[in-house]
């Protein structure tokens, strides 16, 4: 039996727009549009042309090469002609492929939000998708809250999906807009469904506000559905719609689909589901979701000792598909809950070979244990790791010392009496025989204020840190033994693309980010090459 092909659909850049605190701007669309396009997945919705002048910009021209390019919009109102519809007259100027209309399928909806009688909504659908047939458009129906319409009235919800079939819809999707279904119930009630419309005509489009909206498309894939709905990393409004990530994993790689159903993905792109992933996260300054199945960072990570020591055996004791299958990586953590294994297995990712009979394999496992004991988390901070490694071979030399560092807040009135916060800080380094002092000022408090004057002038090693950039900064305070603990944890960058986390810990935050600093900038150094 050959596969059936079940079509992707994604709707990042309509419903994902949707999303509390996402604003797209224009060369974002354009973006997100090419790297779902190489992605393959077949269908990219736009945004709303009409609705805002980006999204009626971002249809001046096809934004896809190979993806089929959709424009979304409602069906016409009431009372008019589609003919006579704006709405509808900037759907057809927008240069898409394709025709997204949205219309109500649950009655209840129909009299109190519409306001207008069953009839003419369905009038509504028939008229709105001809005239986008007519003039040459692919077209699909969502069917706005088709599953709770379809509990409430079955008859008028069918009667929805059938009128826009009827009329020429290529697609009857049907919307859990509420996101309040259930797997077993999707799955019933797209059986149902397909006895009116062929299943290779209807579409799932699930919200996740009861976290099910992947197991719903995946129930509405196996009750005939063939096409889903969904967008990248789950944006969407509310709670985000069906992870359209997630189900690429779990139809490409899980036997029970991988067999049955065929996607427009060929592996090579699936390898690279990971990166696209995290560049729509970078693109929207969010921080990736470590725990995001098949991408995210903590998806193959291995913390326990014992999992580690089955894991380097043979990875499937622990995992139930290859990392590199959708390009991401496996990791074996180094913590208070590892053992030796963990440790053999980071240090040969960072280079270094040592047998478990070595002894400075226990060195660096006490001193792992009680650093973690006094507040700090490795598994985090790999560049912090890497340098206590090094340290115990004796591979990293002292490059600087800080004799002493001070910082100065002020929170005052200026001249023109606006309220300002005001940073300042001096660093005393120590550079072989050099004694330097550096002073800065902080725009954005003191942590900025220190890494500016720390970086400022740390002679014959100041060309080597020049493209040295900090890239995220991370606080926690804990309860260690008796008194509160700070851990701060920062990221930082370079001009080569490389990004690395350190780890500072104490009682006072200040300190604690200065030594996650410190720890950057050697960081840095060590992996330049240089020399003390
Ligand atoms: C489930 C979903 O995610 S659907 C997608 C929802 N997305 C958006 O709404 C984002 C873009 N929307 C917008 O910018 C605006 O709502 C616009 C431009 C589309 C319309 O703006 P306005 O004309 O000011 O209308 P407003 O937003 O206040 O209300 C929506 C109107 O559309 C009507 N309507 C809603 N759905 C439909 C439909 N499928 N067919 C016809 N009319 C509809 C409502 O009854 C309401 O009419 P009313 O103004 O006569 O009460
Ligand atoms: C169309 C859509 O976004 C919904 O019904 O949820």
């Not at 004796?394 to 005001?422: C, D, H, I, K, Q």
Request: net charge negative; aromatic share 6%.
């Amino acid at each position: 039996m050959s596969a059936a092909r079940v079509h992707l659909f994604d709707t990042t850049l309509r419903d994902g727009a949707q999303t509390t605190g996402v604003d797209f701007s224009l060369d974002d669309k354009r973006a997100v549009a090419s790297l779902l396009d190489r992605l393959g997945v077949d269908y990219v919705e736009g945004g709303y042309p009409g609705a805002n002048p980006l999204d009626t910009a971002f249809f001046e021209r096809k934004a896809t090469r190979r993806a089929k390019f959709a424009a979304f919009g409602m069906t016409k109102r009431a009372g008019r002609s589609a003919a006579n519809d704006p709405g509808i007259a900037a759907l057809l100027e927008a240069k898409a492929d394709a025709i997204v209309f949205v219309a109500k399928a649950w009655d209840y909806h129909v009299h109190v939000a519409l306001e207008i009688s069953l009839e003419d909504n369905l009038a509504g659908i028939r008229e709105s998708v001809a005239a986008a047939r007519a003039a040459g458009r692919e077209v699909m129906l969502d069917c706005e809250h088709f599953f709770d319409g379809y509990k409430a009235n079955p008859d008028y919800a069918l009667a929805c999906a059938r009128t826009a079939y009827e009329a020429g819809a290529r697609w009857v999707v049907l919307c859990d807009t509420n996101g309040g279904t259930l797997p077993d119930e999707i799955g019933a009630i797209v059986r149902e469904v397909a006895k009116a419309v062929p299943g290779d005509n209807l579409g799932i489009h699930a919200h996740d506000d009861c976290g099910c909206a992947v197991a719903n498309s995946l129930a509405a894939v196996e009750a005939g559905a063939r096409q889903i709905q969904g967008t990248l990393n789950g944006l969407g409004e509310r709670c985000g719609n069906a992870n359209l990530v997630t189900l690429i994993g779990a139809l490409k790689l899980k036997e029970r689909y991988r067999d049955r159903f065929a996607l427009g993905v060929d592996d090579g792109q699936l390898a690279e589901l990971t990166h696209v992933s995290r560049a729509l996260d970078e693109m929207l300054n969010r921080a990736p979701n470590r725990h995001a199945p098949f991408v995210g960072a903590s998806a193959f990570a291995t913390k326990a000792g014992i999992h580690a020591s089955a894991v380097l055996k043979d990875p499937r004791t622990y995992e139930h598909v290859a990392p590199e299958a959708t390009g991401n990586t496996r990791k074996v953590l180094i913590s208070d809950q590892g053992g030796k294994s963990n440790l053999v297995a980071e240090l040969e990712r960072i280079g270094v070979t040592l047998g478990r009979d070595d002894p400075r394999l226990n060195r660096v496992l006490q001193e792992v244990k009680e650093k973690e004991a006094q507040g700090y988390a490795f598994e985090g901070a790999d560049a912090s790791f890497f340098l206590l490694v090094k340290r115990i071979l004796g591979e990293v030399p002292e490059y600087f010392s800080v004799e002493r560092f001070a910082v100065n807040v002020e929170r005052r009135y200026n001249a023109l009496g606006e309220l300002v916060t005001f940073s300042e800080a001096i660093v005393k380094v120590q550079v072989g025989d050099d004694v330097l002092i550096s002073a800065a000022e902080g725009d954005s408090g003191p942590v900025n204020a220190l890494d500016i004057a720390l970086r400022k002038d740390l002679g014959r090693y100041q060309s080597l840190i020049e493209g040295l950039r900090l890239l995220d900064y991370k606080v926690r305070i804990f309860q260690g033994g008796t008194d509160a603990v700070t851990r701060v944890l920062i990221e930082s960058g370079d001009e080569t693309g490389e990004r690395w986390t350190t780890v500072g810990v104490s009682a006072n935050i200040i300190d604690a980010s200065f030594q996650a600093l410190v720890d950057s900038i050697t960081y840095k150094l060590a992996r330049a090459g240089a020399t003390a």
